[in-house]
């Protein structure tokens, strides 16, 4: 496991940018970004494998973030553009410290957790 450190929320008007970063203590393979909003479940909003060369992004947020990756500072970025009420949550970054072959959303699949962001959109 890692220790993760989130930055870059916050608030944010609906058609608005917020980028997110999250640095890892050590080195890390698949990573990705979740969400919660009140009342609901955590869910998988975008992944990325430590090469780079493969990405998930959930339907809701496709076309509209973009999650990269930086291996020489053991960091990942979550670039939100054109952001909607209902990406309101707190945003958590996640780091998987086993290589795989595959690029898995599941919560289950990660082992280390950040502490959470808040990202509100406002009208």
């Known amino acids: 496991q890692v220790q993760l450190l989130e930055s870059g929320g916050g608030l944010a008007q609906a058609g608005g940018s917020l980028r997110l970063s999250c640095a890892a203590s050590?080195?890390?393979?698949?990573m990705g970004w979740f969400r919660q909003a009140p009342g609901k479940e955590r869910e998988s909003v975008a992944a990325i494998s430590r090469s780079g060369s493969n990405t998930y992004y959930a339907d809701s947020v496709r076309g509209r973030f973009t999650i990269s990756r930086d291996n020489t500072k053991n960091s990942v970025y979550l670039q939100m553009n054109s952001l909607k009420l209902e990406d309101t949550a707190v945003y958590y970054c996640?780091?998987?410290?086993?290589?795989?072959?595959?690029?898995?959303?599941?919560?289950?699949?990660?082992?280390?957790w950040g502490q959470g962001t808040q990202v509100t959109v406002s009208s």
């Open positions: 050590g080195r890390t393979y698949n």
């Open positions: 996640a780091a998987d410290s086993t290589f795989r072959f595959t690029l898995s959303t599941a919560v289950a699949a990660f082992d280390s």
